[in-house]
């Protein structure tokens, strides 16, 4: 059964850092690529960011571009988001996936997601 378990979300002000961890199990973790996403209320569900599955190639949603870093450890089968310059519009709920190789718009599989709320 794969899970996905997102942890590492809270309430902060702006201009704070958190790092989000994502646990995963149920798959070969070192052969797919990650990535999240998140969701406003209200609002659909956005790319944030994605990392292959060697850690060699990362991409990042132009919103959060400088401010964000995605990392991994295959060795742990975690992948991280670290945020920095948190804004309130980053408040979210940051959802881990598995990412389809080749089109990172489509996923695998989904966490069940972690709040992170950025007051102003």
């Known amino acids: 059964q794969v899970q996905l378990e997102e942890s590492g979300g809270g309430l902060v002000q702006a201009g704070d850092s958190l790092r989000l961890s994502c646990a995963a199990s149920?798959?070969?973790?070192?052969?797919?690529?990650m990535g999240w996403f998140r969701q406003a209320p209200g609002k659909e569900r956005h790319f944030v960011t994605g990392?292959?599955?060697?850690?060699?190639?990362?991409k990042y949603a132009d919103s959060v571009k400088g401010r964000f870093t995605i990392s991994r450890d295959n060795d742990k089968n975690t992948v991280y988001l670290q945020m920095n310059s948190l804004q309130p519009e980053d408040t979210a709920v940051y959802y881990c996936?598995?990412?389809?190789?080749?089109?990172?718009?489509?996923?695998?599989?989904w966490g069940q997601g972690t709040q992170v709320t950025v007051s102003s």
């Open positions: 990392i292959n599955w060697s850690g060699r190639f990362t």
């Open positions: 149920g798959r070969t973790f070192n052969t797919y690529d």
């Open positions: 996936a598995f990412l389809v190789s080749g089109d990172w718009s489509r996923v695998h599989y």
